[in-house]
Structure formats: structure tokens, C-alpha cells
């Protein structure tokens, strides 16, 4: 009986014993850590469709084409822009998202004018797992926006669920809206500026390029931007685009970034801005986007903005850059 009973009492400690090793090791940083890694590299192994998906929306892109060539022909190119394109086809038909996000499409940031619709919102967060912290051996989430007046929403949400960092500038304000707290400004750099096609920094606020602020803050890519800069944004990307092109001309001829949010603003131009003011030009520069692979994934009307002149004027787009494989998130297999 004693030595049953000692039997009993040994294989109860053992069983405890295993059970306490088994919990401290799961619960143990260096686990964590091991299997957030392991996680991390097996992320892209998982869609084995992705390429297929992405050279369906390829073909379905380059028909949209076609349909605007046709478009183009019916209509005419004399009408009065924008506002005399409205039946049988409206300015915003002639740039319709026709490829889609091979990913999920998701608003982040406020439900109104201040959050904005992301392509693969899923893949940047298992990519780039947030909050940023030591032990977080993943990849920095670089994001750049342009333009946050009073709403930073949209900022606030990527910096909670991944491991964004996050350069923001706009000259109407002094510092991130209330949404980014303080405490977490070391992650969201932002400075008084505005985005221009030629860079002033003895201007005030001072005015940058995107290519310019780029290298200053040491970056050959950016994950994602976001911009809407009132009407400056057709100069802004025009001049990123003859940049690249400067730069790269027998090489890899497409825009540095992932991913771009883009309010279009179809209004008279600011002093100093060139907007389009036909059809012809706005047909060649909506071109030139998609020559260096940029593919439009969706659109929303600014209803907001609209209602100053009464008609369709404003519009959020969703680009996600196509062609670079090799840095793309979205794009990696």
C-alpha cells in the first residue's frame, strides 16, 4: 500500500511539474517570440491564387481601356469641363477603379470624410504587426500623409494595428489632430509644411516635393500615402512621376510607393497649381498613373465637397501599385 501510494504521490508531481513548464513556456517572451516569427514567414506562403487573381484584374483593367477610348469618341472632347460631362457619361466614368484589390478593401479612420478605403488592410497587419516595440522584429510599416487638417483618424488606426511610422505634413495646422495622442508622437513625426511640385523650404510653411522629402527622411520606398492636398495633387504626382523617370531610365520605371489615397479635386486651380482643364488633359495625366503601374482599386464621391458647386468635383481614389513585386506587400506571393 505505501509503495502505491508512493507511486500516486511522484506521478502527481511529475504531471505538475509538466504542467507549470508547458504554461511558462507558452507564456514566456522568448516563445512569443518565436512563434510570432514563425507566423511572420509563412505569411506569404499562403496564397497560392494571388497571381492568378491579380492577372484577372489585369485583363479586366486593360478592357476599361478600351470602353474609355470609345467613351472619349462619343462624347467629344469640346464640352466644358468638368461640369459639361454629365450625360451620357460623367468626368469620374472615364476613371472608373476597374482593377480590384486582390486583397480585402476596408475603411480605416472615421466613417466621414477623414477615414480612408486601404487595399489589403489584413496583409499590412500580418506583415507588419503593431505596436511597434522592441521585441517586433517584423518590418516598419512606412506611411506618408499628406494633408490631416482636424481629423487624424485615419493615422490613429494604422498606428494602433500595425507597426506603422508615420510622416505627416500639412501647413493649415500646427500638429496631429486629437486622435494621435502625444505619448505616441515618436512613431508619428509630423511638421508644418506643404507639398508642392518644387521644393522652398525659405517659403512659410516651407513647401516639399515627395521626392524631396524622401530622401531627406532616408527612404527609397514608402508602404502607403495618403494625400489630399486641395488640388496640388496633380502637379505633386506629376512631378514625382518625371523624377522617377529621370532617374530610373533603364531601369525599374514605376512610383516608390505600395499603395496611394488620393482625394482628386476637379475645381478651379489655387494660384500656382495646374489642374486639368479639358478632357484631353485629364485623360493624359489619369495615363500616365497607370503607365508607371498604378491601377485605380476604388472610388468614392467627397459629397462634402461636392455641394459647393453642386456637382460631381470631388473624388477619393484608392491606387495600388501593380507591377513591383519585389516591394509591394500587396503584391508578394
Same mark, same amino acid.
Given at each position: ?30 516563445? /512569443? ?8 514567414? %509563412?505569411? &506569404? ?18 478592357? /476599361? ?44 479612420? +472615421? ?21 511597434? /516595440? ?11 500623409? &499628406? ?29 496631429? $489632430? *486629437? ?8 512613431? $508619428?513625426?509630423? *511638421? ?6 518644387? +521644393?522652398?523650404?525659405? %517659403?512659410?510653411?516651407?513647401?516639399? +516635393? ?32 518625371? +523624377? ?77 501599385? $501593380? ?11
Amino acid at each position: 500500500m505505501a509503495t502505491s501510494q508512493r507511486l500516486v504521490t511522484i506521478t502527481f508531481i511529475l504531471a505538475t511539474i509538466l504542467l507549470f513548464t508547458v504554461l511558462f513556456t507558452r507564456s514566456s517572451p522568448r516563445f /512569443s517570440t518565436s512563434l510570432s516569427s514563425q507566423n511572420h514567414a %509563412a505569411v &506569404f506562403s499562403n496564397d497560392p491564387h494571388l497571381n492568378s487573381r491579380l492577372s484577372h484584374a489585369e485583363k479586366l483593367w486593360r478592357r /476599361s481601356i478600351k470602353a474609355r477610348e470609345e467613351m472619349a469618341q462619343v462624347v467629344g472632347y469640346d464640352k466644358k469641363f468638368p461640369d459639361g460631362y454629365m450625360n451620357p457619361f460623367n468626368v469620374w466614368d472615364f476613371a472608373r477603379p476597374s482593377f480590384f484589390c486582390p486583397h480585402d478593401l476596408e475603411r480605416v479612420g +472615421s466613417i466621414s470624410d477623414g477615414g480612408k478605403i486601404i487595399c489589403g488592410m489584413s496583409r499590412y497587419e500580418k506583415e507588419c504587426p503593431g505596436p511597434s /516595440s522592441d521585441s517586433n522584429k517584423a518590418r516598419e510599416f512606412i506611411v506618408y500623409s &499628406f494633408g490631416v487638417s482636424v481629423d487624424s483618424s485615419f493615422e490613429a488606426e494604422l498606428l494602433q494595428r500595425t507597426n506603422a511610422r508615420i510622416w505627416g505634413y500639412d501647413g493649415t495646422v500646427d500638429q496631429w $489632430a *486629437q486622435q494621435v495622442p502625444e505619448f505616441i508622437w515618436s512613431r $508619428a513625426k509630423f *511638421q508644418k509644411a506643404m507639398i508642392g511640385k518644387v +521644393s522652398d523650404s525659405k %517659403a512659410r510653411p516651407p513647401v516639399f +516635393s515627395i521626392q524631396d522629402l524622401m530622401k531627406i527622411n532616408g527612404h527609397s520606398y514608402v508602404d502607403l500615402i495618403k494625400m489630399d492636398i486641395e488640388g496640388a495633387e496633380f502637379d505633386v504626382i506629376t512631378s514625382l512621376i518625371d +523624377s522617377v523617370k529621370e532617374q530610373r531610365k533603364n531601369g525599374n520605371m514605376t512610383l516608390p510607393f505600395g499603395q496611394l489615397l488620393v482625394e482628386l479635386h476637379l475645381k478651379d486651380a489655387p494660384e500656382g497649381v495646374t489642374v486639368p482643364n479639358d478632357l484631353r488633359s485629364w485623360l493624359k495625366w489619369w495615363y500616365s498613373l497607370e503607365a508607371m503601374g498604378l491601377r485605380p482599386v476604388s472610388n468614392e464621391d467627397n459629397w462634402i465637397g461636392d455641394r459647393v458647386y453642386g456637382m460631381p468635383r470631388f473624388m477619393e481614389y484608392t491606387f495600388i501599385n $501593380a507591377v513591383d513585386k519585389e516591394r509591394n506587400l500587396l503584391l508578394r506571393t
